[in-house]
């Protein structure tokens, strides 16, 4: 049984977000995994389901089809199911055995405990998005960039107040749901800032370390091959690589004034860590972005498993889905 639970383990550390967690954490999820195997032609996950489940693959390949088209290979050690569980969407595709295949089981119920119970696997799952989305922005073509601006109300001339905070992140596609007592402790913590145009924010390779809240003006960002994207108001600007702690990978510049509020990653770990609803819908919209942008990259002819680091030399990385 120990050398059992010691295999379990291993395979775990063989996938992104486990090898960011304390071995506690690792043997709680490896207690937890059931194993399976599945024969050449066994439908594992079937398309329009619900994600009963996710899979740690440890022998064998899963085919993925989406509406009867190919959609990428998976192979051990990528997982299948989890970015539907915490998109909270059905299963977009079928998975089917293309050799007898053995994998790891994982319950929908006993993931989403194990997030409400050991918050290190929600920071590394959050920062496993943030770094998967931030490889996968730097390849993408110039029109799927950047994002238009939210009209939030008037933006007052004086210094805003918290309850003008509050409302203002409301508004925003990550705090959407979230209640106001936690976006006030969010507020609290966020420090002004306005710039005219033409200030430059950050140069391309410059370290993260901070998110711009916008509520006000357009930012123009210019990346690598010459792409020009835009931030309007109501987008957290650099937030994708400030949360996987990686540096900027493109220059911005205020294009008009510009009113926002600088927040720090690490003040929005601590507070998810005590605003579970609000952690979960948080990853909830990245596993969204991240599964938006595999069906985008399918439809382009384009492997949707694969993301090219050609930025740091790396290659190219397959991960699970």
């Known amino acids: 049984m120990k050398l059992d639970l ?16 304390p071995p506690t954490v690792v ?9 399976r195997t599945f024969r050449e032609g066994r ?11 996710m899979f740690l693959l440890t022998e064998g390949t899963l085919a993925l089809t989406k509406d009867a088209m190919p959609f990428g290979e998976l192979r051990a050690p990528q997982t299948v199911g989890f970015l539907s569980i915490l998109a909270r969407q059905e299963t977009p595709y079928d998975a089917v055995a293309q050799v007898e295949t053995r994998a790891y089981e994982l319950e929908t119920d006993t993931l989403l405990d194990l997030f409400a119970d050991h918050f290190p696997l929600y920071e590394a799952t959050l920062r496993y998005f943030a770094e998967r989305l931030w490889f996968e922005f730097q390849d993408l073509p110039q029109e799927m960039l950047g994002f238009a601006s939210i009209d939030l109300g008037p933006i007052p001339k004086r210094k805003i107040d918290l309850v003008e905070k509050v409302l203002y992140l409301r508004q925003m596609s990550g705090f959407a749901t979230a209640n106001v007592n936690a976006l006030a402790t969010m507020g609290r913590q966020l420090d002004e800032m306005r710039v005219p145009a033409g200030t430059e924010l950050w140069r391309q390779g410059d370290a993260s370390g901070k998110v711009l809240f916008s509520v006000e003006g357009t930012i123009r960002c210019e990346a690598k091959g ?31 004034d510009v009113v926002g509020f600088w927040g720090q990653p690490e003040n929005l770990f601590d507070l998810f860590e005590h605003q579970q609803k609000m952690a979960m819908d948080f990853v909830c919209m990245l596993a969204r972005a991240q599964a938006g942008l595999l069906q985008r990259k399918a439809k382009l002819g384009h492997n949707p498993l694969a993301v090219a680091r050609s930025a740091k030399k790396l290659g190219t990385v397959h991960y699970g889905a």
């Open 6 to 21: 010691t295999e379990r383990m291993l395979h775990l550390r063989q996938i992104p977000v486990a090898a960011m967690l």
């Open 27 to 35: 043997r709680m999820l490896a207690e937890a995994l059931i194993p």
């Open 43 to 53: 439908v594992v996950l079937r398309q329009g389901t619900p994600a009963d489940a």
């Open 226 to 256: 010459g792409r020009v994207f835009r931030y309007g108001a109501g987008t957290g600007v650099g937030g994708i690589e400030a949360l996987a702690d990686r540096p900027r990978w493109y220059h911005a510049t205020a294009e008009t």
